[in-house]
Nanobody, 122 residues
Framework: QVQLLESGGGLVQAGGSLRLSCAAS????????MGWYRQAPGKQRELVAT???????NYADSVKGRFTISSDNAKNTVYLEMNSLEPEDTAVYYC????????????????WGQGTQVTVSS
């Protein structure tokens, strides 16, 4: 069984910063990619940023230049540095993993964490 443990959410004023972390643990053979998605009240879940095991990144246009995704492959951990936060960034942020499990050996393309709340006040 695999767990994605998210941390770092909270309440911040507009213009402030937060750093989210997501650590994957359990029966993992190899992680292909990890990422962050978010869901605001009444809206669909949307991509924020992803990073592959090789370091290739992808960002939503709305966060480019403000958010930075990074990873520590040795720790199976992904980070999201969020700067210049805006009230529109308020959402539950979910960690996502695409990985190969070790027992049994199989690919899991979409595995989700429980989410962490980010609230940006104006």
């Amino acid at each position: 069984q695999v767990q994605l443990l998210e941390s770092g959410g909270g309440l911040v004023q507009a213009g402030g910063s937060l750093r989210l972390s997501c650590a994957a643990s359990g029966s993992i053979y190899r992680i292909n990619a990890m990422g962050w998605y978010r869901q605001a009240p009444g809206k669909q879940r949307e991509l924020v940023a992803t990073i592959t095991s090789g370091g290739r990144t992808n960002y939503a246009d709305s966060v480019k230049g403000r958010f930075t995704i990074s990873s520590d492959n040795a720790k199976n951990t992904v980070y999201l540095e969020m700067n210049s936060l805006e009230p529109e960034d308020t959402a539950v942020y979910y960690c996502n993993a695409d990985y190969y499990s070790s027992t049994p050996y199989r690919r899991v393309r979409d595995y989700w964490g429980q989410g962490t709340q980010v609230t940006v006040s104006s």
